[in-house]
């Protein structure tokens, strides 16, 4: 029988890639949001001493069979990993050794893993590397969309109704069985400009000054709401506004490690060089075609074409020869966002986390050579400390700093 996959929640963008694993043929669902229970159950079985997404990943498969249609025979838990020192290359083995020690040895855990920009996925399929890409881009598009509008809504709600609702329609296309590459791109295309223009309609007082906010750092804990005390959403509150770092942008770094790891190992002419790089002019394209509609709609906020570029900017501070993850992208962000005239930085890591620790023994330096852009760094250990206060006097240095930057934001036709 067939295996049902579970995909964690790390962020709404799993819906598509389950939507795209559907599209193949396989059964695939999304994890329910992260709870009370999930740290309950985590901790359970942790040391105490791990990484935050350790527990709430660990506790939300272990939710999983607390459900009632759970079948241990028929069931594979989708955890990526990676290689390198990071403790994230843990995560898999340690939850196939809890599952096992729990009576459950027939639950396989799935690990694509970022060493080969996660071509354990594209053995599943090329057909399917591609629907999950167009996947993660156009959920990307669909973010930025929302933390765009949210904070200038007139009516509360009204963003986070037009976002649930225009989830579900690209999943409706990406979940599509039989659909040519083309067909499906356009198909896509044509919901992004139907969303695009469902969050044009929303009622909202678009108004210049808001302090924006770049936010980087560890990708699970900053894309995860529940990890990270829904910091976005309290920032709006407080009357920031947040532009978050891609997962598009993550991907675009595996693939570009993995191509850095074939030259080093003296592959640069090899099979498996040539599909990387046939793999990146198809993802370029794609990319490239889903976000044509959005130019004006992002204007102000466009990240830098090539990942290369990112890195170049902030080898000088990290090298990223000599170091890997999000630290590396975390230290070229800085002036990436930097150009674009935001307001402050903020980084989102888990409590102890490695990334974290290295870029915030950066950012002092960073932001002395960045016109005093300020920087903060918010670690998060689940204990749900309330945060709020620490936002309002971050907001308040980032509306000085905004007085006297050099590079001005700029906005889209929407704000007046
Ligand atoms: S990136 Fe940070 S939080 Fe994630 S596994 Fe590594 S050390 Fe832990």
């Not at 997404?53 to 009632?68: N, W």
């Not at 838990?77 to 290359?89: A, H, I, K, Q």
């Not at 354990?120 to 881009?137: C, D, I, K, Y």
């Not at 930085?345 to 300020?374: K, T, W």
Request: with cysteine; net charge neutral.
């Amino acid at each position: 029988m067939a295996r049902r996959l579970y995909i964690h929640r790390m962020a709404d963008g799993a819906e598509c890639l389950a939507a795209a694993l559907r599209s193949v043929g396989m059964d695939a669902v999304v994890l329910p949001p992260s709870d009370a229970r999930t740290l309950e159950l985590g901790a359970r079985h942790l040391a105490g001493e791990e990484c935050l997404p350790a527990k709430v990943t660990l506790g939300d498969f272990l939710k999983v069979t607390e459900t009632p249609t759970f079948d241990p025979a028929c069931a594979a838990l989708v955890m990526p990993t990676t290689e390198g020192p990071c403790r994230f290359g843990q995560y898999a083995p340690y939850i196939r050794k809890v599952f096992r020690e729990l009576g459950y040895p027939e639950v396989q855990v799935i690990s694509p893993t970022s060493g080969d920009g996660y071509q354990q996925v594209g053995n599943l399929g090329p057909e399917l590397t591609r629907t999950a890409w167009r996947g993660f881009v156009a959920w990307d598009i669909l973010r930025k969309l929302l933390l765009r509008t949210r904070p200038y809504e007139g009516t509360p709600g009204d963003a986070d109704k037009a976002y649930g609702i225009s989830l579900r329609e690209l999943c409706t296309v990406l979940e599509k069985r039989g659909l040519r590459h083309r067909a499906r791109l356009e198909a896509l295309t044509a919901t992004l400009v139907r969303i695009r223009d469902r969050f044009g309609a929303i009622p909202a007082r678009y108004e210049r000054g808001r302090p924006l906010i770049g936010i980087q750092g560890e990708i699970f804990c900053r894309m995860n709401e529940f990890s990270n005390d829904a910091l976005i959403r309290r920032l709006e509150a407080c009357g920031g506004e947040a532009w978050l770092s891609d997962v598009s942008e993550w991907v675009w770094y595996c693939n570009y490690d993995q191509e850095r790891c074939l030259r080093r190992e003296g592959r640069r002419l090899s099979f498996t060089m040539l599909g990387a790089k046939l793999r990146d002019l198809i993802q370029r394209a794609d990319e490239v075609a889903l976000r044509a509609p959005f130019a004006e709609d992002f204007l102000g906020y466009e990240d830098p074409k090539e990942i290369e570029e990112i890195l170049r900017v902030g080898d000088r501070y990290l090298p990223q020869a000599g170091a890997a993850g999000e630290m590396v992208l975390s230290a070229g962000k800085v002036d990436c966002f930097f150009r674009k005239g935001v307001d402050g930085i903020i980084d989102i890591s888990p409590f102890s986390c490695m990334n974290g620790i290295v870029s915030e023994a950066l950012y002092p330096r960073q932001s002395q050579e960045h016109a005093g852009l300020p920087i903060k760094s918010f670690y998060f250990d689940g204990t749900g400390r309330d945060i709020t206060h620490d936002l309002e006097i971050f907001l308040e240095l980032a509306r000085t700093y905004q007085r006297r930057k050099p590079h001005p934001r700029r906005y889209p036709p929407c704000f007046p």
